[in-house]
């Protein structure tokens, strides 16, 4: 049957077929990574990305709201002269930072080594008021919900960096 004739559109099937398993693949991939995928140094299971979920919705949503999405107008300053609180998801600068820098900001504020001295920001240091578990747990929280492509840049931005 091997040399028999081909019906038209035969080879264009087999095509569609291997397309349609390739993104199939593709798609399993992506969920397999993105149950998988370990922050750096360490791997956050469920229960830390919920923690950080839960720790967000308490201290950090009211500014940063409650889907990541930040301030309106959060790249233009203030009448005080004070930026408003920038979007954690793919849309602001967040995941620009490398981790310490994530973590040494929210721990202590927006101050030297983390600004320029004199700088004034309206965003608080959380040391008193948070554990250090709670603030990697946030940052877990937050990386958890950035796009393919934002945690590929960070992954090739910590490779260039080292």
């Known amino acids: ?3 028999a004739p081909r019906p038209p559109g035969a080879r264009r099937g087999v095509r569609l077929i291997a397309a349609g398993v390739a993104v199939f693949a593709a798609g399993f991939a ?11 140094g360490k791997n ?3 229960a830390s990305i919920a923690l950080g979920k839960t720790v967000y919705d308490r201290s950090c949503a009211s500014c940063h709201g409650a889907n990541l999405e ?12 004070r930026l408003p609180a920038p979007p954690h998801d793919d849309s602001g600068h ?3 930072h490398p981790d310490e820098v994530l973590f040494g900001i929210t721990k202590y504020g927006v101050v030297p080594p983390y600004a320029p001295p004199g700088y004034q920001s309206d965003m608080p240091a959380f040391k008193d008021a948070l554990s250090d578990r709670e603030i990697r747990a ?9 796009s393919p492509k934002v ?4 992954r090739e931005a910590r490779v260039d960096a080292k």
């Open 30 to 40: 992506g969920i397999a990574y993105w149950v998988t995928r370990a922050e750096p």
């Open 70 to 81: 930040g301030q309106p107008d959060w790249q233009r300053r203030l009448p005080s002269g």
């Open 151 to 154: 945690l590929q840049w960070r």
């Open 44 to 46: 956050p299971d469920a």
């Open 94 to 96: 967040t995941w620009h």
């Open 1 to 3: 049957m091997s040399g």
């Open 138 to 146: 946030v940052l877990a929280f937050l990386e958890s919900r950035w």
